[in-house]
């Protein structure tokens, strides 16, 4: 067991968790630090993603940790099923289900098809919710539940993105919800809210900022640079775990500064 495991107390150790997304950006930095808090990880993923995720894999076994890499498509019930029924049936036990997986693609009103906003809305707000409601359908007293937002929805509106805002601002509406519904059972359900985090989504310069963007943005934000997943993963990492025992139907706000800073 490495330094950091040995200093920790907040009862995370020996715990399963289930993460969407798990190939990248957030879920990996995630599934990383889980490791270090001796979590075990079942990383959903979705089979057309590019990126690899035995790299998430081999991230959390340097770490120290144990990780178990699922096709999952939160579109389909049935898959996001099977990736808890999977964690349950590997380990024995969930104690943490974190929703993560996401798509963003930009689309002006005026190019708003239905389609277009349904498959937004399908992945990212109904998504969470699919895993969500497996998740806690398998959990016992003492579950977490967390949910991934956007500083976009979350917090401010975006031009040419009303749909992935509108997912996102839904997604803390779906939290605080279940923050009342899930408490006399004893499991806790909260959301985090990233600012400009550089991800493979957020460097994406058709559907997001790209990496000039990112750099540019960084200059108005009060820590002078734009956030790593990892420190969004600590955040969820801490509303997991005992630090956070009392804690639900919340949302924490992880952006540097951005959103508090008086406009110049």
């Known amino acids: 067991m490495n330094t950091e495991n040995a200093a920790r107390d907040d009862g995370l150790a020996g715990k399963v968790a289930v993460i969407t997304g798990g190939a990248s950006g957030i879920g990996r930095a995630l599934a990383a630090a889980y490791a270090r808090a001796g979590v075990t990880s079942v990383l959903g993923y979705h089979p057309g993603d590019p990126h690899d995720p035995a790299a998430a894999v081999a991230d959390v076994e340097a770490a120290g940790g144990r990780a178990l890499a699922v096709a999952a498509d939160v579109t389909d019930p049935r898959a996001v099923q099977n990736l808890v029924e999977t964690a349950t049936g590997e380990f024995g036990r969930l104690d943490i289900a974190v929703a993560n ?3 963003l693609r930009r689309a002006p009103l005026a190019e708003m098809t239905d389609e277009r906003w349904d498959d937004m809305l399908n992945v990212d707000l109904t998504g969470v919710l699919r895993l969500l409601r497996s998740a806690a359908g398998a959990m016992r007293e003492g579950g977490a539940l967390v949910a991934v937002s956007s500083i976009a929805g979350g917090v401010y509106g975006w031009g040419d993105h009303a749909h992935y805002a509108a997912a996102k601002a839904g997604v803390l509406g779906l939290i605080r919800s279940l923050g009342v519904e899930l408490a006399p059972r004893g499991i806790r359900a909260n959301a985090v809210i990233p600012g400009l985090i550089e ?10 900022l790209g990496p000039a963007g990112l750099a540019a943005a960084g200059g108005g934000i009060p820590a002078g640079r734009v956030g790593r997943a990892d420190e969004v993963a600590r955040a969820i990492r801490f509303l997991t775990s005992d630090d956070a025992s009392y804690i639900t139907g919340q949302h ?3 952006d540097g500064g951005l959103t508090v800073r008086f406009p110049d």
């Open 101 to 103: 997986a996401g798509i």
């Open 199 to 208: 991800t493979p989504q957020s460097l994406d310069e058709e559907n997001s």
């Open 252 to 254: 924490l706000v992880v």
